[in-house]
């Protein structure tokens, strides 16, 4: 890390103050765009990181207008944008080359999402940065990784979740593959980001240098799918669209209650299973010869799903949930965002919280991803205005003002 090391500060009672957070003194430079390396560097910015934004002086990061906006404030943004300095820089342009290199020598990782060769095209290559910090760790986002024959194509998460197989098993048997409606395979190489930045870092500790992450959208959801492709090569299996089934264990689906809510149920555990079927009032099913095993069950999901089904169809929703957690069997509602926001479950984890802003007045956004017991991290702010911190930024490195304001004539800033 690049700043002095932190010492625990104590108080007039010689009580130990609030450690701080866990990546105190990591610098990152986001320079990334829609949606997973500046997710990634949220996750870093959440636990401590000073996390730097940059943005191109006149096209700022699309995610500033993606989604519903509120007084012409992109909410979306407020979101992604949080715990980190927003500066401006054109990378293109010779002075945007040298700011960069020089933020860069004080920085310990910088994440970007360019084309492979863009960043090499302005001089700004692995070449050049490691030759400006031996130290830094460079994560490289894109698509489909920076080599290969489809290196140079444009890559979206819509593409990943298309390639990696997500879209061909999402969806009722007899419809269309289904693509979803978020960002789910940004979010996934967002995650296994933040995670390779750390595991980088980590080596960085060994061997006193950074190195090159080069992650590929289409790679990490591939991974959280499962073993399809050990099963296609031992098997030749290819998993089809079941709807909310499974073909690894039934009963598992959602079911409507008298009231016209929807629940879902999982028995991934045979003795979940068992105890679902003593209180739908069908135990004989769970003496059956093929109730013993889950894909036994999938195999006769239409007879579970009508036992369960009916059941749940004879009940409304508080009566299902209160006689399932009787039986200690799983079932859940399910959600839309409202309910999301009323849950107790939710409001004890504190999983969407109150953010202070100064454009928007009190925000409530999701928590930072997990909660640690001696260093936690914090949302310290949300996501703010356009190179709302580039003058501070640029006098951290010892530009005075007139030398900030001659950059920004030139179009550099």
Sequence with gaps: MNTAENTTETTAENTPATPPPPLAGLRVLDLATLFA????ATML????????KVEHPTRPDPSRGHGPSKNGVGLWWKLLGRNKRTMTLDLSTPGGRDLL???????DVVIENFRPGTLEKWGLGWAELSAANPRLVLARVTGFGQFGPYSHRPGFGTLAEAMSGFAAMTGEPDGPPTLPPFGLADSIAALATAYAVMTALSGRDATGRGQVVDLAIIEPILTVLGPGPLWYDQLGYVQPRTGNRSR???????YRTADGSWLAVSTSAQSIAERVMRLVGRPELAGEPWFGTGSGRAEHADVLDEAVGGWIARHTRAEAMAAFEKAEAAIAP???????????QYQ????VTEVPDPDLGPLR????LFRLSETPGAIRWAGRAHGADTDSVLAELGLSVPEISALRSEGTL
């Design 365 to 368: 956004m999701q928590n930072v």
């Design 248 to 254: 690894n264990n039934a009963p598992r689906n959602t």
């Design 101 to 107: 290199l020089r933020l860069a020598a004080d920085a």
């Design 45 to 52: 910015g959440d636990f401590g990181a000073d996390v730097i």
């Design 334 to 344: 399910v959600y839309d965002v409202r309910d999301v926001m009323a849950d107790p």
């Design 37 to 40: 390396g500046p997710l990634a």
């Design 348 to 351: 004890a984890l504190d999983t």
